[in-house]
């Protein structure tokens, strides 16, 4: 009988992909400290360290895994270093971290998705940051809708990207193509005007 090695197992299934990567989404983004997990302040982890803590924990994961797991991520949550030595979350953190990006000029619109049970508050609050350290925005109405569509019945609002830019609002572009702003007040805020059922 064979014995295979880990770069010989079958490939997983998207839904243990998914499991690898939430579990992955909990300990950059948020609770680090929840597998005693040490991070640098621009959101780094030792891969070496991820490993041994995740298992420590129950997560079963190596350094094939792990790749697959950043490599096939839909929304490329995850970026190695350029050595590979180093692993972190691309955004969406909860906790404080500079992800030492420089300020852009943005598109001239970006665009927002959401579930139609927040517009209200949005029409009349604006985009807020929440519990993130930033506001998320999309350069496609495609990728807006599929965000809105993960809470419910999806709505998407245009952001006048350019004209906040020109009032002084800071805008960054993560590794992954995430528009991030600190946030987005009404008056900045236009309705896509579309059937997205």
Known sequence: MMHLLPNDLMRMTKEELKKKSKFLSFVLRHKPQKIGLS????????VRHLL????????FFDAAILAEVVQTNDKQRFSFSEDGVFIRANQGHSIGIDLALEAIKPPEFLYHGTATRFVEAIRKNGLKKMKRQHVHLSQELETAQTVGARHGKPFIFVINAREMHKAGHEFYCSENGVWLTDKVPASYLQEEDRDWN
């Open 39 to 46: 991070m640098d302040e621009q959101g780094w982890v030792e």
């Open 52 to 59: 041994e803590r995740a298992k420590a924990h129950k997560e």
